[in-house]
Each structure stands twice: as structure tokens, then as C-alpha cells.
């Protein structure tokens, strides 16, 4: 069985360096393939020479919260894999603030014996179990974004004051996006919409079909390429309405979001390795190892 651990990255080379060692010395056959930003730091290709299996795709543009740019990359990833051929299993997709919380070998045992075929946080968008609600929910993919510049903040900040006025109309100011809601998308009765978390681990079943399916309908595509944050829903939406799959409900991560933090994920710390290797989850993020290495130095011992 083999796995690709795909590494999205931009920033703190030295704890892409760790994860990259912490994956490679428990798992030689894997592929480690790295999406890394240059225009935001420099990754030393010389320092991972001593890995195989290991390519780096170069990007030397940021990826920008709310838009599509994160589901870019993504898709360049599954498209690199699938034109060179590459023959593979599974796809842990992995940022570079993540890290394991369980050892590799175990992790691999497990996917090579499980049921599943693939392991993704989802929840039906207008369902009373969307952690975003039905007005979050809707204002993400019931809308269609443009994205300002960055010193519109300010102006739109100002704007959400009278967004209530104007039922259509979506401000995101954090993210520099303003939008328009939709009277017509490609969801139905038949075709739901699916909201989740963007980090999983998929089958190569669910990746191929994922690819061959947005290239079938590209108008799916391009829809949710004018949404907010693309990436945390046309993948679920995709891979459930099928009903091909056995998707577990869950990624097997562990992530904290405090509403102080508005969507982002806490930073984690040694006060939260007691949850994190509970045993149940096999990676977790984010980690910071400029402001806490001490986290890491404990996982390095479990691993």
C-alpha cells in the first residue's frame, strides 16, 4: 500500500523540514509532495535531497483566504499525481503547520485495512446540523464573490452596517470579498450542497473521481470558483452526491476553533497533547514552532 502526503505550504521552512522527516523515516515508500509559496519563504530543496520519494511543486503566488486560490492548489496537486501516474492508495492532505499525533506505520496499518474510502468532515449545508447555520451556509455558496484589495477592509467593515438594508447583497469584509446572492445554483433535492472541513484523507478511487467528475462538468467548477472559501465544499459535495463512496464522517484530525479566532484554528500547545494523542486522531494542526517547540518534541518522542 502506498500513500502520498500531500504538504500545502508558505511559510517557517524548518517545520516543513520536521514534518517532512517525521513522515520519510517511518515511511520510505511514501511520496511526500510539497505545494510551497517562494514569493513568502524559501524552501531548500538541498535539505530534503536526502528523502525519495519526494517532489516539490513551486508556487510563487500566496493563496489568499475566502477565494479559490486554496482549492488551486489542491487540484493542481491531484492533477500532478494522476498525470505522472503515479501509483498510490490514499492522499492525506496535509498543511505545513500540521503534524502527526500517531505513529506513520500505525496510520498506514489502518488505512490499508479499513472499510472506508475516504475519511472527510461534512455536513449537509442547509441542515440543522450545519455548525455554520443555514444563513452562514447560504451566504457562502448561495453567493458569487469579487474580491477587492486588501485596504477595502476598512471601507467594507463599514458597508456590513447596512447589509440588512440590501437582502442580496454579502459582505465579507476579512477577506476583502463582496457578493451578490444567487436565485439560481446547481443544488436541488437530488444535487445537495455540502459544507466541511478541507483536510482529509482520500482513496485514489475518490480522487480520480473527484478530477474526472469537475472535468465532466466544469460549470461546477466555475460556480464555486466565485464562492466563498470553495475548498470546504465542492469536495464533499461531489464525492457524498455520488453515492459511490464509503465516506467516514470525519477526517481524523484534530482542530480547534475558538469563536474569538473567527474561523481560524488555534495554535496548539503542550497543554493540549493529552487530547490530541488520545490515540483516535492521526494528524493535528496548527502548530507554530517558532512560538512553541515544545509540543513537537514530545509528538517527535511518540513517533
Known amino acids: 500500500m502506498k500513500v502520498i502526503y500531500f504538504i500545502q505550504s508558505h511559510k517557517n521552512p524548518d517545520q516543513v523540514y520536521r514534518l517532512v522527516k517525521a513522515i520519510k523515516k517511518s515511511s ?23 528523502y525519495s520519494g ?6 510563487n503566488q ?18 500532478w499525481v494522476l498525470e505522472h501516474n503515479y501509483d498510490f492508495d490514499w492522499l492525506v492532505c496535509l498543511s ?13 496499518a489502518f488505512l490499508a485495512t479499513t472499510e472506508y474510502d475516504g475519511f472527510i468532515k461534512y455536513w449537509d449545508l442547509l441542515s440543522e446540523d450545519n455548525p455554520w447555520g443555514k444563513e452562514g451556509g447560504e451566504k457562502r455558496y448561495f453567493a458569487k464573490y469579487i474580491r477587492l484589495p486588501d485596504w477595502s477592509k476598512w471601507w467594507l467593515r463599514k458597508l456590513t452596517r447596512i447589509e440588512p438594508l440590501i437582502p442580496l447583497l454579502n459582505i465579507q469584509w476579512r477577506y476583502a470579498l ?7 445554483t446547481p443544488f436541488n433535492k437530488d444535487f445537495k450542497c455540502y459544507g466541511g ?3 482529509n484523507t482520500l482513496s485514489k478511487k475518490c480522487i480520480e473521481f473527484l ?8 460549470e461546477l467548477l466555475k460556480f464555486y470558483r466565485r464562492t466563498l472559501a470553495p475548498e470546504e465544499s465542492i469536495i464533499p459535495t461531489v464525492l457524498v452526491n455520488s453515492n459511490q463512496f464509503n465516506l467516514y464522517n470525519d477526517c481524523l484530525r484534530y482542530l480547534s476553533f475558538p469563536p474569538e479566532l473567527f474561523g481560524y ?10 487530547k490530541i494523542t488520545s490515540g483516535y486522531f492521526h494528524f493535528a494542526r496548527k502548530f507554530d514552532s517558532k512560538t512553541d517547540n515544545k509540543i513537537i518534541d514530545l509528538l517527535d518522542q511518540l513517533l
Open 197 to 199: 472541513w478541507y483536510w
Open 62 to 79: 500566496s493563496a489568499r483566504r475566502g477565494d479559490c486560490s486554496i482549492l488551486e492548489i489542491y487540484l493542481e496537486a491531484i492533477d
Open 178 to 184: 463582496i457578493g451578490l446572492r444567487m436565485k439560481v
Open 211 to 218: 478530477s474526472n467528475y469537475l472535468k465532466e462538468y466544469p
Open 28 to 50: 520510505c515508500h511514501a511520496l511526500v509532495l510539497i505545494s510551497h509559496n517562494f514569493s513568502c519563504s524559501i524552501l531548500d530543496i538541498n535539505k530534503l535531497k536526502q
Open 265 to 274: 484554528a488555534q495554535c496548539l500547545t503542550i497543554n493540549d497533547y493529552d
Open 96 to 108: 505545513g503547520q500540521d503534524y502527526p499525533v500517531r505513529p506513520i506505520p500505525e496510520i498506514e
Open 54 to 59: 519526494l517532489e516539490v511543486i513551486k508556487r
